[in-house]
């Protein structure tokens, strides 16, 4: 997984914070494509090619830039 500096979400805190880059069809994006979203729908419902790649089903813990997020934002709101 990739991550960029978000100067919007680290104005929402108050701090520098890092958000995902998505990279599809060789471009990266920081928010995701609706091209992705589309293809990604359409394997769920139509099935994809042997050996398509598919993201976890369930998010074990939160990633590292989402915890720093969620901190800065409480410690900015107190």
């Known amino acids: ?25 060789g471009k990266e994006y920081t928010t995701p494509p609706k091209g992705m979203i589309i293809d990604a729908i359409l394997r769920e419902v139509y099935g994809g090619p042997a050996g398509a790649v598919h993201g976890p089903s369930k998010m074990e813990t939160l990633p590292d830039n989402l915890k720093r ?5 409480r410690n900015k709101e107190t």
């Open 1 to 25: 997984m990739k991550e960029s500096l978000c100067e919007s979400c680290g104005d929402l805190c108050g701090e520098d914070v890092n958000c995902r880059v998505w990279v599809y069809q």
């Open 69 to 73: 997020f969620f901190a800065a934002r």
